[in-house]
């Protein structure tokens, strides 16, 4: 069993930054493809950025490309997302998930374990 706790949610205007840290529980963190979804009301949870066992394979959505960096801390069982140029339309509940194979793939439903979420609200 792994138990995800995510934060560092809260409100920014557009332009500006946040990190989201998700805290895992276990001793076989290492051993699991980390993942930050998010999720609108009314709308589908789409994958935001995931990052495989050794941080060397991660995969971003097209939408956060090159605003947004996933890295992990296998050492602290931790996994961040560092968003940069935040825009309205990146408000949303983040979820952080964890997966027990080493390919990060952006499918919901082949994540193991998820966080309780974090808001995150842009203004304009």
């Known amino acids: 069993q792994v138990q995800l706790v995510e934060s560092g949610g809260g409100l920014v205007q557009a332009g500006g930054s946040l990190r989201l840290s998700c805290a895992a529980s276990?001793?076989?963190?290492?051993?699991?493809?980390m993942a930050w979804f998010r999720q609108v009301v009314g709308k589908e949870r789409e994958f935001v950025a995931g990052?495989?066992?050794?941080?060397?394979?991660?995969s971003y959505a097209e939408s956060v490309k090159g605003r947004f960096t996933i890295s992990r801390d296998n050492a602290k069982n931790t996994v961040y997302l560092q968003m940069n140029s935040l825009k309205p339309e990146d408000t949303a509940v983040y979820y952080c998930?964890?997966?027990?194979?080493?390919?990060?793939?952006?499918?919901?439903?082949?994540?193991?374990?998820w966080g309780q979420g974090t808001q995150v609200t842009v203004s304009s």
């Open positions: 998930a964890a997966r027990r194979f080493s390919v990060v793939v952006p499918t919901e439903g082949r994540y193991d374990y």
């Open positions: 990052i495989g066992w050794s941080s060397g394979s991660t």
């Open positions: 276990g001793r076989t963190f290492s051993m699991y493809t």
